[in-house]
């Protein structure tokens, strides 16, 4: 075909024929036939209208990542170009005659249609260039590449042009980073919350907050392992709780795929809670020790539970003496391992502070002479002998003995651990590895296991979902039978009541100050009555089911997002204690407690810090794929409103997004960083690939279908999404100084803020239409081609409509 195709060209060009000719007969072949370009990708004679003249484009080739230009003379018509090693500068110098008409031309075109590279060809010569920059760079000062014939580009440099232009090559970036030298198209300045840092966005702190301080970061401790048995007992909840349906989203909830080949204790579920004490229980009749594996995905309370068994369900059974030792539990928490030791060195230098520390294993004569009986015989009956009617000596030798192991550590550990492993249960509870490098886990798991073999420990060790999935065909994992346990998550409410409980106990009947939002003192006689007051505006409110949506499974995220909104939450205290007092209940504004977990401690969004990731930036660097978070959420959320749907094939998911011209790397970075941020979830808990299988969470169908219609949402996620355009970046600046310059007018300042939201959220909107265009285009499947913003737009001037009226009702026009 390319010897067919150069012998025409050449037939061409000695014929004189025109551009149309040209076009039909070489261009478009190499086009559609060797670049692989699409009848979808590609539009002819596209109108370019500017000061009321009107021109038309040859070709604009067009995907949701890519634009480019092409502009075709006749093939009769050479151009003089004066390269050096292929690169023409594209000085005024060396643009000139037919040739340099031709480069400004198409220059033209692409900054009319903001396209930034442009080709021009005489179906012969092919010059690729950048034709509008936004790097600075003076058009005059870039550079182009030539091929100066096609025996040059389609045979001699075949390679370096088809992978310059070729469809697959310039949805990857080719043109970037053969023409620029870099492929991110975005600059971190261009996000509000830099341009806002000290311009009237700080953060509110509850004037009530200092009085429950102690108490609430007790309470509400990520981890409450270190509590007394008979509170931290009361703070456990020990039942799950799973929606199939939501309602309000009008979504279906998946469930990931079973893990296991044989079925898992479930010990929050009614009929399975004393499954695992059962277990614990008759480890002692066992031949040989247990293999435990506890799973759960992050934040689902795997530590919890390996402490609530240990204290609280099973701590009986290590009260009772079998073989008149008692049954111990060594807790081995990976949390404070450093890299300057191995794995197993960290495991030994934790037992040895368990033997250092137990009455009885530090014990010569009740456990360390006879752990150590066939070698204090050997030395007796050995090089000894002679002195055995020296009795000091024979101590002393086998003093040094044991000296010398104690020193070693390992030996004496060794010989500590199998002896009391032989008369009673021993317990190997390790914990969080899963928070170490996947290089080092691997190592873990063969030492630990391996160890536990060694001495007859029963090993219980603590996992995510996906770091078993990753693991359980190692050859490790496979040399021991695992009984698995599933921790699946308690319902949030379950865990903020017990929490709040706990937390007006510690407080007592202690009393305070604090200033209220009026200036006045507020005297609280009884502190628990401030945790009632913040107890009432989340249990069983709207505010008690956002904390159960954004965090996800999480009750880790669930426990920092009640910190956060209790902390910097509450506007108006002294009205909150008043309303208490009087109706005994208050409920807290949604908006505020929403606000508060998304800030948390910043005075600004940034989702690097939040809990709850921004829908509205793929964070991909650049701005042609910016949506592609959202657009891949959102098919998902569309695919689940069909109660027969369960997961998305990966491979479906990169077909679709090939076809609108949108890489595989960024593909999968987009999948990577949705399963990240708890937005969906792969089907078998491993990591995002392309043989996966996707389902959306229900904070993914959430954020689809409800907060990005939601104005505290959008107001504060907007904070840090990147604004391209020009004239949407001037105004939302422009509008962030008016809002810190009516600080004192409530109305005026809400009124900013909902023009300032509306103007971003149609930015928002005309971004998500970009690449919605190339999936309509492509005739992609209907779950594709819906854009979320359309129904949102109504509920979010529906919520803005409200905030207005409520502003006006109760701070005047």
Not at 31 to 51: G, K, M, N, Q, Y
Not at 527 to 550: H, M
Not at 573 to 584: E, F, L, R, V, W
Request: proline share 3%.
């Amino acid at each position: 075909m390319i010897e067919e195709l150069i012998k025409v060209s050449k037939q061409l060009s000695l014929a004189d024929v025109n551009e149309a000719t040209t076009r039909l007969k070489v261009i478009d072949k190499i086009l559609f036939d060797i670049l692989e370009w699409t009848h979808e990708d590609v539009t002819v004679e596209e109108r370019v209208s500017e000061d009321k003249n009107t021109t038309f484009a040859d070709y604009v080739i067009r995907t949701a990542n890519a634009a480019l230009i092409i502009e075709a003379k006749k093939i009769g018509l050479p151009f003089r170009t004066i390269e050096k090693g292929r690169r023409l500068k594209l000085s005024k110098s060396n643009l000139e005659g037919a040739f340099g008409d031709a480069i400004i031309q198409a220059r033209d075109y692409c900054r009319k249609l903001s396209i930034q590279f442009a080709v021009v060809t005489n179906g012969e010569q092919w010059i690729i260039f950048p034709a509008n920059r936004i790097d600075q760079v003076a058009f005059h000062q870039s550079s182009a590449i030539v091929f100066n014939s096609l025996q040059s580009a389609l045979v001699d440099d075949y390679a370096d042009f088809h992978g310059l232009l070729s469809r697959k090559s310039v949805i990857n970036s080719s043109l970037e980073n053969r023409l620029l030298g870099y492929t991110e198209d975005q600059v971190e300045e261009r996000r509000l919350k830099n341009f806002f840092k000290t311009a009237g966005y700080q953060t509110t702190d509850n004037p009530m907050y200092p009085l429950i301080d102690e108490a609430i970061t007790t309470a509400f401790s990520d981890t409450i392992t270190e509590m007394d048995a008979s509170l931290f007992e009361k703070c456990y909840v020990n039942s799950s709780d799973r929606m199939k349906f939501d309602r309000k989203i009008n979504m279906h909830i998946s469930k990931s795929q079973s893990m296991f080949n044989k079925s898992p204790i479930r010990p929050l579920n009614r009929s399975s809670n004393s499954s695992f004490k059962e277990i614990l229980s008759n480890a002692h009749k066992k031949a040989k020790p247990l293999a435990i594996v506890i799973l759960g995905s992050v934040g689902s309370g795997k530590t919890t539970f390996q402490h609530y068994t240990r204290n609280v369900s099973s701590a009986a059974i290590f009260e009772k003496e079998i073989n008149g030792y008692y049954p111990q539990w060594f807790q081995i928490d990976f949390l404070g391992y450093t890299e300057d030791q191995t794995p197993i060195d960290y495991v030994y230098e934790t037992l040895m502070n368990y033997i250092i520390q137990d009455e009885v294993l530090s014990d010569y004569e009740k456990c360390i002479k006879h752990a150590y009986e066939s070698e204090i015989k050997a030395i007796k009956k050995g090089p000894s002998f002679l002195l055995s009617k020296n009795q000091d000596e024979i101590d002393k030798k086998i003093s040094e003995k044991l000296q010398r192991d104690y020193d070693d550590k390992k030996p004496y550990i060794n010989k500590i651990l199998s002896f009391l492993s032989s008369k009673t249960p021993l317990y190997l509870a390790v914990d969080n590895v899963d928070q170490l490098d996947e290089s080092i886990q691997s190592k873990v798991f063969k030492e630990t296991l391996a160890f536990s073999q060694k001495v007859k420990l029963n090993l219980i060790i603590s996992l995510r979902n996906s770091t078993y999935v990753e693991h359980r065909n190692s050859p490790t994992f496979n040399a021991f039978d695992f009984d698995p346990i599933l921790i699946e998550p308690p319902k949030v409410e379950s865990v903020l009541s017990k929490r709040f409980f706990l937390a007006r106990g510690i407080i007592g009947g202690s009393s305070g100050d604090f200033i209220s939002e009026n200036g006045f003192t507020v005297h609280v006689k009884n502190l628990s009555t401030i945790i009632e007051l913040v107890q009432s505006s989340v249990l069983g409110t709207e505010v008690g089911k956002l904390l159960e949506i954004l965090a996800g499974g999480d009750i880790r995220n669930a426990l920092r997002m009640t910190r956060h909104f209790l902390e910097h939450g509450y506007s108006s205290p002294g009205k909150a204690i008043n309303t208490y007092n009087s109706k005994g209940y208050y409920t807290l504004p949604r908006h505020e407690a929403l606000r508060a977990i998304l800030v948390g401690n910043n005075a600004v969004y940034s989702e690097e810090s939040s809990l709850i990731g921004n829908p509205f930036d793929s964070r991909l660097g650049r701005t042609n794929l910016q949506m592609t978070r959202l657009f891949i959420l959102s098919a998902l959320v569309q695919y689940s409103t069909d109660s027969s749907f369960q997961y998305l094939d990966g491979i479906e998911i990169r077909k679709n997004m090939r076809d609108i011209g949108i890489s595989d790397e960024y593909t999968l970075k987009s999948l990577d960083d949705l399963c990240k941020l708890r937005f969906i979830h792969t089907a078998t808990h491993e990591k995002a690939n392309f043989s996966s299988n996707f389902y959306p969470s229900r904070l993914g169908g959430h954020i689809v279908r409800d907060l990005i219609s939601n104005f505290t949402f959008v107001e504060n996620t907007m904070m840090d999404t990147f604004i391209s355009d020009e004239k949407t970046w001037i105004k939302l600046s422009e509008l962030g100084k008016d809002i810190g310059n009516a600080s004192g007018n409530v109305v005026k300042r809400l009124e900013y803020r909902i023009n300032k939201v509306g103007i971003f959220f149609d930015y928002m909107n005309d971004l998500y239409n970009q690449i919605l265009m190339e999936g309509k285009k492509r005739n992609l499947p209907k779950e594709w081609k819906t854009n979320p913003f359309d129904d949102a737009k109504r509920q979010l001037h529906g919520n803005m409509k409200k905030a207005m009226e409520s502003a006006v009702r109760n701070y005047g026009t």
